[in-house]
């Protein structure tokens, strides 16, 4: 499985990105598919994650409410819509899939078996 993150840049404060992660190797619409964010000097931050049912998405605390994950099983990819964005949403943010087939995602980043290489979202003025 091999995994492409785009969609990253620079937003002001208060704006919106769409991060998107495509898989190729293999179909994963029974996989959980999952988003993290990293500071550099920091762990790496759990955001958002889906299992094999759709209404089973879990969010962070500090992004409920303003960002959106959704998945499209047909063109094998997951997104992550951003709005009001804050500064301290900045980061590098990654896409992971978990090997084996379940219901609901994990907020825990070692449950991950594949990994995207990231991309930087920067939420300056």
């Known amino acids: 499985v091999q995994l492409q993150a785009s969609g990253g840049g620079l937003v002001q404060p208060g704006g919106s990105l769409r991060l998107s992660c495509a898989a190729s190797?293999?179909?994963?619409?029974?996989?959980?598919m999952g988003w993290f964010r990293q500071v550099q000097g920091k762990e790496r931050e759990f955001v958002a994650a889906?299992?094999?049912?759709?209404?089973?998405?879990y969010y962070s605390d500090s992004v409920k409410g303003r960002f959106t994950l959704s998945r499209e099983n047909a063109e094998n990819t997951v997104s992550l819509q951003m709005n009001s964005l804050k500064p301290e949403d900045t980061a590098v943010y990654y896409c992971?899939?978990?090997?084996?087939?379940?219901?609901?995602?994990?907020?825990?980043?070692?449950?991950?078996?594949?990994w995207g290489q990231g991309t930087l979202v920067t939420v300056s003025s």
């Open positions: 992971a899939v978990r090997s084996a087939p379940y219901r609901s995602g994990s907020i825990y980043a070692t449950d991950y078996d594949y």
């Open positions: 889906v299992g094999y049912s759709a209404g089973s998405i």
């Open positions: 190797g293999r179909s994963l619409s029974r996989n959980v």
